[in-house]
């Protein structure tokens, strides 16, 4: 059984940086794109980034700027380096996995917790 598990969320002070990171365990293959969401209360969730296999990344206008996303092939993992952090970036953030092997497949980890204190 796949299962996505995000790791590095916490408590940061407006101004500052947090990395991200989502690796991939149990057999998963040909993984094509991965992505950030993250989901504020009372909200809904809104995809943050992308990056496909072959690194052509995507961005909501939210961000560019100051994430950046990446990915490690051989080790099924994606990142995100938030920086320049503001009290609105506070959320839920949720890594998505596409996989088209053996069949379409759409994972999502449990997600972790970003909270910028103003």
Known sequence: QVQLVESGGGLVQAGGSLRLSCTASGRIFNINVMRWHRQAPG????????ISTGGRTNYADSVKGRFTISRNNAKNTVYLQMNSLKPEDTAVYFCQYNSDYPSLSIYWGQGTQVTVSS
């Open 43 to 50: 909200k809904q969730r809104e995809l943050v980034a992308g």
